[in-house]
């Protein structure tokens, strides 16, 4: 597994349309080599992710990446999850109904994976979270040197210094698994967080849908099957004419993550009340007086700005040229 000088990369995933972007650019990207994917629940139920996640590996003809199931449940245990099937189609995948994968999820959880794989290869292995954290979080509490031993995480998640798009205070994937997503920021793990504070300012617009259609590519012909469901959702909720680019973000970050730049804090996520899910960023300049849930929590680095439009050349040209 892995190969020579490519940074090692676990997706951790939803699938989603847009996470499906985001694979498909991930496993055209020479500078990245995924290891495995691991699920989770979010735009779809866990069972229905790890399927998803199968088949785009089919689609791709990558049978050979190992794809673990993650949990059913929050680490809260709870099983009521929202499930953002109305953004995605009620198959995660634009409605299209394909035919079930011929594949099987390995027989290790995703949280066993993501230890068993960064004790094999500590301090290189990069998880890419696009989905609640909560396997991300099961994975420490397994091994409490898991935050060490990882080489980095590069989390979509938050709403810093915007609005939410779950409500007001909330981004979706934090929303999800609120206590995870606390454990993990805290955790002292190398991490980049990725809000929806930068991703809404990369947009996939209708006149580059066109330049994917006009592609023999087959991840192109795949996605234009796919997106109609995710452009009417953003028509809607959001009155613009395209789809915003959070997952494939995320990537791209993991990538090349001097599109974007960073900030570094302390972020600790509210688990109650109105504003359960907000994530809020301590900037550490002031020295309070008082010992306090924030003093003495590692700092891990969240995004601030991003060269959108190098950010979608670069998801353009890995889809066009695969």
Same mark, same amino acid.
């Not at 066993?112 to 094999?120: A, G, I, K, M, P």
């Not at 967080?193 to 990369?202: D, E, F, L, S």
């Given at each position: 597994m892995g190969e020579a000088g490519k940074k090692k990369v676990i997706i951790d995933t939803d699938p989603g349309i847009d996470d499906a972007m985001a694979i498909f650019v991930a496993l055209n990207s020479p500078e990245i080599d995924v290891i495995g994917l691991t699920t989770i629940y979010g735009n779809v139920y866990t069972t229905l992710a790890t399927r998803n996640a199968l088949h785009l590996l089919e689609v791709a003809g990558r049978c050979d990446i190992p794809v673990a199931e993650g949990s059913q449940v929050s680490l809260m245990k709870a099983t009521k999850l929202r499930i953002a099937d109305f953004v995605h189609g009620t198959d995660g995948l634009g409605n299209q109904n394909f035919p079930p994968p011929n594949g099987r999820p390995i027989d290790q959880s995703a949280a066993?994976?993501?230890?068993?794989?960064?004790?094999?290869?500590?301090g290189e292995i990069t998880v890419v979270a696009l989905g609640p954290l909560t396997n991300v979080a099961l994975a420490i509490e397994q091994d409490p040197a898991f935050p060490k031993k990882v080489g980095q995480i590069v989390i979509l998640g938050g709403a810093f210094w915007v609005n939410g798009n779950v409500n007001p205070a909330t981004e979706a994937n934090i929303f999800g698994d609120p206590e995870a997503a606390d454990a993990v920021f805290t955790s002292g793990a190398d991490i980049l967080?990725?809000?929806?504070?930068?991703?809404?300012?990369?947009?996939?617009?209708?006149?580059?849908?066109?330049?994917?259609?006009?592609?023999? &590519?087959?991840?192109?012909? @795949? !996605?234009?099957?796919?997106?109609? *469901?995710?452009?009417?959702?953003?028509?809607?909720?959001? &009155?613009?004419?395209?789809? @915003? !680019?959070?997952?494939?973000?995320? *990537?791209?970050?993991?990538?090349n993550p001097s599109l974007l730049t960073y900030t570094e804090g302390v972020v600790r996520v509210q688990t109650c009340g109105i504003t359960r899910g907000l994530t809020l960023f301590d900037n550490t300049k002031k020295r309070y007086g008082e010992m306090t849930e924030w003093t003495g929590k590692p700092k891990i680095k969240v995004a601030v700005t991003v060269d959108a439009p190098a950010v979608v050349q670069l998801v353009m040209d890995r889809l066009i040229n695969s």
């Open positions: 066993s994976f993501l230890v068993e794989q960064v004790n094999l290869h500590p967080a990725i809000g929806i504070n930068t991703t809404h300012q990369v947009v996939l617009t209708d006149a580059d849908l066109e330049k994917l259609q006009k592609s023999n &590519s087959k991840f192109c012909q @795949y !996605l234009c099957k796919i997106l109609g *469901v995710y452009f009417s959702y953003h028509r809607e909720a959001y &009155s613009i004419k395209g789809v @915003y !680019l959070h997952d494939p973000t995320t *990537v791209v970050a993991a990538i």
